[in-house]
């Protein structure tokens, strides 16, 4: 582990932080100067597509508008704390975000495509008996100017491809946090990432997983409708409940009916289900068939994950053979199912292994509620 040379621009004192503001929002602001809300599509596209943070370099505004934004707004970066890079290729860094607290976001780079795993909080309140973020506690929300921090700090930090393209081309929140129990900054963020002006991402490449927070989902649709990933780990409630407890207030059979709810949204969606596998407890032949049951001429798709053990966890990874000989019965049964490829395990950067630096404030008060629901 070593300390990260990057040193983001910064414009300090109390002024507007104008990262994580999406096209209106940045209109609006611009509105509130006296300015035409076309500035927003020119700041938009300096700040993430060219990637200059100095407002005294945006061109195209008036020498006058530099200059007040110079003094009044700000687009301050955090700061990386340390980078680490995987036998793999895997990247991972740990992020500062104030008062002690720090995430990780993980970079994934294949032939044909560059996935940045983003945190959307620090810590997480919902207690997934599995994962290593659960187990650190929650502190808070992140904001949505340090959610997009992440996607800007990775593209500075790896540089651009020979191309002349980011080498992030898909963004999976998918780190720390769940993303809709922080609905109101993760949206924002989700609409610059595919908006044209910002990183023109198509909505396929963005993709947003929950635990089943069902309320903010059937809102999602309307509000983004990127691509949705669902932690679903269990075919029944019974298990279920133990493994991921909001399981407890939005039971499988409401959680489904908003997902196939979202998948009927414009464009039709297929939704990804991950189901992390967990020896001798989620792994079985009648657990493929009952997952099956459910995934029966829905549009899902079922993404088996080899579990990544952290320290004091007490579950162990399912053997290989058990993973393909579920995914077998899955596919038998007419389901679609993949194996994900374990990526950075070296640097503890795999599905499940993120955990940060986190202050708990409330974990434990919350899943011992949800526990009790």
């Given at each position: 582990m070593s300390t990260h040379p990057l040193i983001a621009a910064r414009n300090e004192g109390p002024n507007a932080l104008l990262l994580g503001m999406d096209r209106g929002q940045l209109a609006d602001y611009f509105t509130g100067l006296g300015e035409r809300p076309f500035r927003a599509q020119q700041v938009l596209q300096w700040v993430y597509q060219?990637?200059?943070?100095?407002?005294?370099?945006m061109t195209d505004?008036?020498?006058a508008l530099r200059e007040r934004l110079t003094v009044e707004a700000s687009l301050q970066l955090?700061?990386?704390r340390s980078e680490q890079r995987s036998a793999d290729g895997t990247v991972?860094?740990?992020?500062e975000v104030g008062a002690g607290q720090a995430v990780e976001t993980v970079f994934i780079p294949e032939p044909q495509r560059g996935t940045l795993c983003i945190s959307s909080q620090a810590g997480c309140a919902l207690d997934c008996s599995f994962c290593a973020t659960a187990q650190g506690g929650f502190n808070r929300n992140l904001s949505s100017a340090e959610i997009i921090a992440q996607v800007l700090l990775a593209n500075q930090s790896l540089g651009r491809r020979a191309d002349g393209g980011w080498p992030v081309t898909n963004v999976v929140f998918m780190g720390m946090g769940e993303p809709l129990a922080n609905y109101r900054n993760v949206v924002p963020v989700a609409r610059l990432l595919i908006d044209d002006f910002s990183y023109g991402l198509s909505r396929r490449r963005v993709t947003i997983s929950t635990?089943?927070?069902v309320p903010q989902l059937r809102k999602l649709a309307a509000d983004a409708g990127v691509a949705l990933a669902v932690s679903l780990h269990a075919p029944t409630d019974e298990l279920r409940n133990e493994l991921v407890p909001i399981n407890r207030r939005y039971p499988i059979a409401e959680l489904l009916d908003a997902c196939w709810s979202y998948a009927d949204g414009p464009g039709g969606r297929t939704i990804t289900f991950e189901y992390v596998m967990l020896d001798g407890v989620n792994d079985s032949i009648p657990q493929a068939r009952d997952l099956a049951?459910?995934?029966r001429g829905r549009p899902g798709k079922?993404?088996?994950?080899?579990?990544?053990?952290f320290a004091g966890t007490r579950y162990r990874r399912s053997p290989k053979q058990r993973i393909e000989a579920f995914r077998n019965e899955l596919v038998k049964r007419g389901a679609l199912a993949t194996i994900r490829r374990t990526r950075g395990d070296d640097i503890d950067a795999a599905c499940g292994q993120l955990a940060g630096r986190v202050a708990d404030r409330i974990k434990r008060r919350l899943g011992a509620k949800l526990r009790r629901t």
């Amino acid at each position: 582990m070593s300390t990260h040379p990057l040193i983001a621009a910064r414009n300090e004192g109390p002024n507007a932080l104008l990262l994580g503001m999406d096209r209106g929002q940045l209109a609006d602001y611009f509105t509130g100067l006296g300015e035409r809300p076309f500035r927003a599509q020119q700041v938009l596209q300096w700040v993430y597509q060219r990637g200059e943070l100095d407002f005294g370099g945006m061109t195209d505004l008036s020498k006058a508008l530099r200059e007040r934004l110079t003094v009044e707004a700000s687009l301050q970066l955090p700061t990386i704390r340390s980078e680490q890079r995987s036998a793999d290729g895997t990247v991972k860094w740990l992020i500062e975000v104030g008062a002690g607290q720090a995430v990780e976001t993980v970079f994934i780079p294949e032939p044909q495509r560059g996935t940045l795993c983003i945190s959307s909080q620090a810590g997480c309140a919902l207690d997934c008996s599995f994962c290593a973020t659960a187990q650190g506690g929650f502190n808070r929300n992140l904001s949505s100017a340090e959610i997009i921090a992440q996607v800007l700090l990775a593209n500075q930090s790896l540089g651009r491809r020979a191309d002349g393209g980011w080498p992030v081309t898909n963004v999976v929140f998918m780190g720390m946090g769940e993303p809709l129990a922080n609905y109101r900054n993760v949206v924002p963020v989700a609409r610059l990432l595919i908006d044209d002006f910002s990183y023109g991402l198509s909505r396929r490449r963005v993709t947003i997983s929950t635990a089943g927070l069902v309320p903010q989902l059937r809102k999602l649709a309307a509000d983004a409708g990127v691509a949705l990933a669902v932690s679903l780990h269990a075919p029944t409630d019974e298990l279920r409940n133990e493994l991921v407890p909001i399981n407890r207030r939005y039971p499988i059979a409401e959680l489904l009916d908003a997902c196939w709810s979202y998948a009927d949204g414009p464009g039709g969606r297929t939704i990804t289900f991950e189901y992390v596998m967990l020896d001798g407890v989620n792994d079985s032949i009648p657990q493929a068939r009952d997952l099956a049951a459910l995934m029966r001429g829905r549009p899902g798709k079922v993404n088996l994950i080899p579990f990544n053990p952290f320290a004091g966890t007490r579950y162990r990874r399912s053997p290989k053979q058990r993973i393909e000989a579920f995914r077998n019965e899955l596919v038998k049964r007419g389901a679609l199912a993949t194996i994900r490829r374990t990526r950075g395990d070296d640097i503890d950067a795999a599905c499940g292994q993120l955990a940060g630096r986190v202050a708990d404030r409330i974990k434990r008060r919350l899943g011992a509620k949800l526990r009790r629901t």
